[in-house]
């Protein structure tokens, strides 16, 4: 029966750590392949417009701002997102300490 | 990052251990009874932390629920996925699912209490599965006629041994077949590798049960996609989006034969595939495949309008 009782508290551990690095690595991973994915949409969207269609070449100055706004844009909402997501169980667990402390 | 609950055997870079396995039988139940009600149990205390205006007790439930919503995720991966990766050593018990693993120490636990040897047990425990009957439907055979067979087996062998050096050696023996048959897409041992391991293992009574319906351990090997997709096809092609990633080719076939399944309510057996990948055009396995693909679709809206539930080989062949 020790042994169960050890195997559960280290599993206990195990998952808490766990659910740490998922958090982190994990999530810097997903926010990584979003990052990439919406930087491939952009392209898509303004890839090619002036060579195949001669009349959109007039527009090709303003599609180019529009394109660095669109990325400036994009880059601000995920990195506000990813910081948000760095803090939420840092700040969660400085409440519960400082709040179980006071 | 699961380690070091696990003893690593002397001289061995890959090998199987598990700790419950290493338990007594009271050990491996307690065990079960306090990781099953523990999540019940926090569920409720969450609830209550979160409705309690005691602002650390709040963010305590916030940190729980937080907590609670990684282990759903996480549910059904295993604790490590392949390939092989980080120090030289692996213990392969990392690499199961959770509901093998859970499979594994069940069989284990029959065998050891009632007897029948530690593969009948978990070929029983694996038939009841939506994975295996999937498995079987592919190769056309009725899990009926497959569950009652294997239960006269099982029931004949039940004098046999319960001790349990062998069974453990049993159980390594399975998960070593399972390693060395998977795929280079698998990132996990599931319960369909578990079943067509099964194939692999020279057991009297496994060998003349599968041999009673004509199939073995390649014909197993095959089905394994379809076994580990079934009921998640969706998840998985949600995964492979949600990453930016293309599915891997055998995933993506298997993934596809299962949406014309389920579009034109047919079964197409593994037989039709071997049909339609025989007749399809192309060179490379993609170009193959997708012709097959086409092939079978046409032979599924063909089997469906004249209100056939199978697409047979002879559908496959007549609509090429």
Not at chain 2, 82 to 97: D, K
């Amino acid at each position: 029966m020790n042994n169960a009782v050890v195997y559960i508290a280290a599993s206990f551990l195990q998952r808490l750590v766990g659910f740490f690095v998922h958090w982190y690595i994990g999530g810097t991973r997903v926010f990584l392949a979003i990052a990439l994915r919406l930087r491939a949409v952009v392209k898509k969207l303004f890839g090619r417009a002036g060579i195949e269609r001669p009349v959109v070449f007039v527009f090709l100055g303003p599609l180019a701002v529009l394109k660095a706004l669109m990325y400036v844009l994009g880059a601000n909402v995920l990195i506000v997102l990813y910081l948000a997501w760095l803090i939420i169980p840092l700040t969660a667990i400085f409440k519960v300490v400082s709040g179980f402390l006071a | 990052m699961f380690g070091p609950l696990y003893r690593k055997p002397k001289g061995k870079d890959v090998f199987f251990t598990d700790p419950l396995l290493e338990m007594g039988y009271a050990g491996r139940f307690f065990v079960r009874v306090v990781t099953s009600s523990s999540i019940i149990v926090q569920s409720v205390v969450t609830l209550m932390a979160l409705s309690i205006e005691v602002g650390w007790v709040f963010w305590l439930g916030i940190l729980s629920s937080l907590y609670l919503l990684d282990r759903l995720i996480h549910f059904a991966r295993s604790d490590e996925q392949f390939p092989l990766a980080g120090p030289s050593t692996h213990n392969i018990a990392l690499y199961l699912s959770p509901r093998a693993r859970r499979a594994i120490v069940s069989a284990y636990n029959k065998a050891a209490v009632l007897g029948g040897g530690f593969y009948l047990n978990l070929a029983r425990i694996l038939s009841e599965t939506a994975a295996v009957s999937e498995m079987l439907s592919r190769l056309d055979i009725d899990s009926g006629a497959f569950n009652s067979k294997l239960d006269a087996y099982l029931v004949r062998d039940l004098v046999s041994y319960k001790d349990h050096d062998r069974l453990i050696g049993e159980a390594e023996r399975l998960v070593f077949v399972a390693f060395e048959n998977k795929t280079d897409e698998e990132k996990d041992l599931d319960y369909a590798n578990l079943f067509a391991a099964l194939g692999g293992i020279e057991n009297e009574q496994l060998v003349s049960l599968f041999d009673v319906f004509e199939f073995g351990a390649d014909d197993l090997r095959k089905v394994v996609p379809f076994g580990k997709l079934v009921g998640r096809a969706w998840v998985s092609r949600l995964a492979w989006r949600i990453r930016g990633l293309e599915a891997p080719p055998l995933s993506a076939f298997s993934c596809a034969i299962l949406k014309i399944e389920q579009e034109h309510k047919v079964k197409i057996p593994y037989s039709s595939i071997i049909v339609a990948m025989n007749h399809g055009d192309g060179v490379s396995y993609q170009e193959k495949t997708s012709s097959a693909l086409g092939l079978i679709r046409n032979a599924a809206i063909y089997a469906s309008k004249k209100g056939d539930d199978i697409v047979r080989g002879e559908d496959v062949g007549r609509v090429e």
